[in-house]
């Protein structure tokens, strides 16, 4: 059974640095062809990707935000690290974590398991 | 970064209605093109990937088609569970894009 989970902080302030974790089960992050990404959505707005972690190591980022963001894995732990630097109010989101896989059969990465999401109040 | 955009943002449609939404992809995606549908507080769910093919487990009332730029998600007969957000990705670039949304309301 797959699972993701998102943890970190429920409010930063401006400024600081946002750490979130992906703690995932049913899967390894070491399996050729797979893939974690974080995915962010605003109160009542659209989703955003941020950025990708591949089972190579291959880092993907958000063109807006690749300067203020570091993904990482510990392959050991099951687990995807997101930091996020100089939060603003504008930050205030849910962040989800989601896995997308190569399935042969379909020839095709599916996005196919998400997290619940963790809200992230950002005060000024 | 490819710009996905969905029409309309929202809907009002009564059960049993046929809808349909449409989403527009600023330069060819081919057929990587998802469609999730989101419920009020909970996780985006996997519809239609590849821009038509059907996730296991989920309702053949739902169906997409489409390639290149242009790509629609229909709902053949609405059901009281599929009042929700609906957004189209783009996986054709490493760096995916997602669609404004349609929300899709009781009329």
Same mark, same amino acid.
């Given at each position: 059974?797959?699972?993701?989970?998102?943890?970190?902080?429920?409010?930063?302030?401006?400024?600081?640095?946002?750490?979130?974790?992906?703690?995932?089960?049913?899967?390894?992050?070491?399996? @050729?062809?797979?893939?974690?990404?974080?995915?962010?959505?605003? +109160?009542?707005?659209?989703?955003?990707?941020?950025?990708?972690?591949?089972?190579?190591? =291959?880092?993907?980022?958000?063109?807006?935000?690749?300067?203020?963001?570091?993904?990482?894995?510990?392959? $050991?732990?099951?687990? *995807? *690290?997101?930091?996020?630097?100089?939060?603003? +109010?504008?930050?205030?989101?849910?962040?989800?974590?989601?896995?997308?896989?190569?399935?042969? !059969?379909?020839?095709?990465?599916?996005?196919?398991?998400?997290?619940?999401?963790?809200?992230?109040?950002?005060?000024? | =970064?490819?710009?996905?955009?969905?029409? +309309? %943002?929202?809907?009002?449609? %009564?059960?049993?209605?046929?809808?349909?939404? @449409?989403?527009?992809?600023?330069?060819?995606?081919?057929?990587?093109?998802?469609?999730?549908?989101?419920?009020?507080?909970?996780?985006?769910?996997?519809?239609?990937?590849?821009? !038509? $093919?059907?996730?296991?487990?989920?309702?053949?009332?739902?169906?997409?088609?489409? %390639?290149?730029?242009? /790509?629609?998600?229909?709902? !053949?007969?609405?059901?009281?569970?599929?009042?929700?957000?609906?957004?189209?990705?783009?996986?054709?670039?490493?760096?995916?894009? /997602?669609?404004?949304?349609?929300?899709?309301?009781?009329?």
């Amino acid at each position: 059974q797959v699972t993701l989970k998102e943890s970190g902080p429920a409010l930063v302030k401006s400024t600081q640095t946002l750490t979130l974790t992906c703690t995932f089960s049913g899967f390894s992050l070491s399996t @050729t062809g797979m893939r974690v990404s974080w995915i962010r959505q605003p +109160p009542g707005k659209a989703l955003e990707w941020l950025a990708r972690i591949d089972w190579d190591d =291959d880092k993907f980022y958000s063109t807006s935000l690749k300067t203020r963001l570091t993904i990482s894995k510990d392959t $050991s732990k099951n687990q *995807v *690290v997101l930091t996020m630097a100089n939060m603003d +109010p504008v930050d205030t989101a849910t962040y989800y974590c989601a896995r997308d896989y190569y399935y042969e !059969s379909s020839a095709y990465y599916l996005w196919d398991y998400w997290g619940q999401g963790t809200l992230v109040t950002v005060s000024s | =970064d490819i710009q996905m955009t969905q029409s +309309p %943002s929202s809907l009002s449609a %009564s059960v049993r209605d046929r809808v349909t939404i @449409t989403c527009r992809a600023s330069q060819s995606i081919s057929r990587h093109l998802n469609w999730y549908q989101q419920q009020p507080g909970k996780a985006p769910k996997l519809l239609i990937y590849a821009a !038509s $093919s059907l996730q296991s487990g989920v309702p053949s009332r739902f169906s997409g088609s489409g %390639s290149g730029t242009d /790509f629609t998600l229909t709902i !053949s007969t609405l059901q009281p569970e599929d009042f929700a957000t609906y957004y189209c990705q783009q996986s054709y670039t490493s760096r995916p894009t /997602f669609g404004g949304g349609t929300k899709v309301e009781i009329k």
